[in-house]
């Protein structure tokens, strides 16, 4: 092994556990090169990734595959235009081509825009003009592509439109364009300040944003990887993520490849447990992380049918983890969920760091990569218990893992990031531990009859009935009060909605918290609105409620 991670980066411990990093890195510093190439300079065969799909294909590639078949996309790229700085949009699903397509533009100091294909057609415009996409490359294994054609006559703007995995008319077909460039490619100049990645945020609270990071963003991928999710060189890491998510950048590529293990994708439609569970057995899977709506899924299921003894280490993120999912998941594989927090514009700022010992339900403790604070509506810091808006300073340093800014949107960069303090909009308060416990998005924090309520508390309690499966908690006006506070349910397909089950929920909350927090409205539905990245929208509950 190179340990190429403890190259870029000076570390402190303290009990054995770490207080301090801080990344070590020149001014050219490039990802593609400097890591994936070079470990396929020393160990041209060690696995990079195991790739296989629910059709029965599967595919192992080295480090030295994908540094040859990311110069071939970059030549193939370079051959049709694409030049630094310029924007690629990446539609790939999970589909082992994204890879390529990510190093070849990292290599050539273009920037990789990837996207769900969930998409549709104005989505795909409102995207292509805000970040001035020069180039896309799409899977045809979805109805996405229709959207793409459809959206690029609307624009009707010359764009350079490559497919993967089948054909489609007046498209490139990468799979066989690529087969007529060379894998060798000279180093092209890039500098750690420039851009390298944009994605567009989940949009849970108006139009999405162009989230872009430099080169220096991998960087801050090393505590992910090595510190979060234990993740083992030698091992098969799986992060449960679909390339348009930036998920897939926290567990699917920098940390993963920094530590030369090999990520795990499994390239499916539609998450379905029993499906992905086998998996931990047949590919021996030794690290896992997912967001919480994954692990509900899980502990769905009969989890002794499953030979789950692969799996060392198991982490969550992409919302609050609810101390019921935690406990049942441990109580079925004994393996412990290390929860994280972050966003699109950030690496992980809290987590429960490698030998620690996680508070379920807690997001863990200040990322030694970070100086994250918790402040009040004028912008002083608060005291352990009282509920805070989280923020980093950014006075002494900017981390390697925070964003640059919105690209094309200067006055919202300038209001989340002022006076050396970038504003997250996520609450939380503090315990006398150092661990945080999330209460909830700014716009989301309830006031009802004089008191704050955050609606994650709310969330987490009746989560624990065992018929249900998701809920969120909104407020919605009231002449009186304010606002009350009302659960929107999904429930298990074993139970029934009625009156009756409705006034059971609200005594078991009355019984669990105070009495002011119970939910006064409850509906009952079948699927809670969400964002493309599996977020739950609760600005549209509430913009829907009658």
Known sequence: MLNLHQKYCMETFYDGRLVNFEPVYKDNFNFAYDVVDKIAEVEPNRRAMLWCNDKGEERTFTFADIKKYSNMTANMLRANGIRKGDKVMLILKRHYQFWFCVMA?????????????????????????????????????????D???????????????????????????????????????????????????????????????????????????????????????????????????????????????????GIFVYDFDKFKSNEILPL?????????????????????????????????????????????????????????????????????????????????????????????????????????GIVGEIVVRTDKYIPCGLFVGYTGDDDKTNSSWYDDVYHTGDTAWKDEDGYFWYVGRTDDIIKSSGYRIGPFEIESVIMELPYVLECAITGVPDPIRGQVIKATIVLTKDKQASEELKKEIQVYVKDQTAPYKYPRIVEFVNELPKTTSGKIRRNKIRKDHK
């Not at 989505?123 to 592509?145: G, H, L, P, Q």
């Not at 994954?294 to 769905?300: D, E, L, P, Q």
């Not at 079925?332 to 994280?340: F, Q, S, W, Y």
């Not at 200040?366 to 994250?372: A, R, T």
């Open 105 to 145: 533009l990292h290599k050539l100091g273009a920037v990789a825009v990837p996207a769900s294909n969930l998409l549709t057609k104005n989505d795909i415009i409102y995207r292509f003009e805000k970040a001035n996409i020069k180039a896309i490359v799409c899977t045809v294994e979805s109805e996405v592509i």
């Open 280 to 384: 931990f057995k047949k590919y021996q899977i030794t690290t896992f992380c997912a967001p919480p709506t994954m692990y509900r899924f899980f502990i769905r299921e009969d989890l002794s049918k499953y030979d789950l003894s692969s799996l060392k280490h198991a982490a969550i993120a992409g919302e609050a983890l609810n101390p019921e999912v935690y406990n049942k998941f441990v109580e079925a594989t004994g393996v412990k969920l290390m929860e994280a927090f972050g966003q699109s514009e950030t690496t992980p700022l809290l987590l429960n760091l490698q030998g620690t010992e996680p508070k379920p339900g807690s997001m863990g403790t200040v990322s030694p990569g970070y100086d994250v604070d918790l402040v009040d509506p004028d912008g002083n810091s608060v005291d352990e």
């Open 147 to 261: 959207h793409v054609e459809s959206a690029l006559n609307e624009l009707n703007e010359a764009k350079v439109k490559f497919c993967v995995r089948g054909k489609r008319n007046g498209f490139i077909c990468f799979d066989e364009e690529i087969e007529k460039y060379s894998d060798e490619l000279k180093r092209v100049k890039t500098h750690s300040d420039e851009p390298i990645l944009s994605y567009f945020t989940s949009g849970t609270t108006g139009h999405p944003k162009v989230v872009t990071h430099c080169h220096t963003y991998p960087l801050g991928h090393i505590i992910t990887a090595k510190y979060w999710q234990s993740v083992d060189p030698d091992g098969l890491h799986l992060t449960i993520s679909d390339t348009g998510w930036m998920k897939c950048m926290w567990g699917k590529l920098y940390g993963q490849w920094f530590m030369e293990a």
